[in-house]
Structures are given as structure tokens and as C-alpha cells.
């Protein structure tokens, strides 16, 4: 069966990084586009970023551009988000999703598996 298993979350001060990982298994992962989604509490889950099958496209949400990186390791089976300049509205837990789409999409609905989430804290 499909597994999506993130990791990398944690507590960190605004304006410091951190690098989420999500390991797939169970999936030809070189043909899913790959995202990233979060969810905070009280509100909806949202899109983040996302990626093509083979890395060359990547979209971000308005609110992450400039700050966060999405790539991956097809030869790893690996998804990656590397997160800059956090701020405390960044908090929230972090899913990676997979989509077996022709093309990126932002919503969540699009993607057929997901993680169980990472929590990320940023303390102001």
C-alpha cells in the first residue's frame, strides 16, 4: 500500500529554516506530482507548493513564494520543502500529498495519498 511519511518538523524561532522530508513508498513516485499542503488549527487545509513528475514545474501559494523551496529525489523517493524566513503564521501541521495528475493542481481534492503530518512552530 501507498505510504507518505514526513518528517523534519519542529519548534524554531521567526525567521529560521527548516527542511521537511517525505518519504514515499508503494507508488512509482517519478510519475505522481508531488505537493505540500498545511493546515492550522481552526482553519481549512491549504495548498503550499507543489511539484511535476520530474521536478522541472513548481507552483507555491501566494503566501510561501519567496521563502519556500519544493524539490524532490526520484532516485530517493523523496520530497523535499525548504522553508526560510519563517513566521509565526507559517505554524501548522504539514502534509505532503501525492497526485497521479497530468499537471499540478492546488487543491486538495486532486491528490489521491497523503501523509499523517509534520508539526511545524514558529514562535515569535
Known amino acids: 500500500q501507498v505510504q507518505l511519511a514526513e518528517s523534519g518538523g519542529g519548534l524554531v524561532q521567526a525567521g529560521g529554516s527548516l527542511r521537511l522530508s517525505c518519504g514515499a513508498s508503494?507508488?512509482?513516485?517519478?510519475?505522481?506530482?508531488m505537493g505540500w499542503f498545511r493546515q492550522a488549527p481552526g482553519k481549512e487545509r491549504e495548498f503550499v507548493a507543489a511539484i511535476s513528475w520530474g521536478g522541472s514545474s513548481t507552483h507555491y501559494a501566494e503566501s510561501v513564494k519567496g521563502r519556500f523551496t519544493i524539490s524532490r529525489d526520484n532516485t530517493k523517493n523523496t520530497l523535499y520543502l525548504q522553508m526560510n524566513s519563517l513566521k509565526p503564521e507559517d505554524t501548522a501541521v504539514y502534509y505532503c500529498a501525492a497526485s497521479n495528475k497530468w499537471e499540478i493542481f492546488t487543491t486538495a481534492a486532486e491528490y489521491a495519498y497523503w501523509g499523517l503530518g509534520t508539526q511545524v512552530t514558529v514562535s515569535s
Open positions: 508503494g507508488l512509482t513516485f517519478s510519475s505522481y506530482v
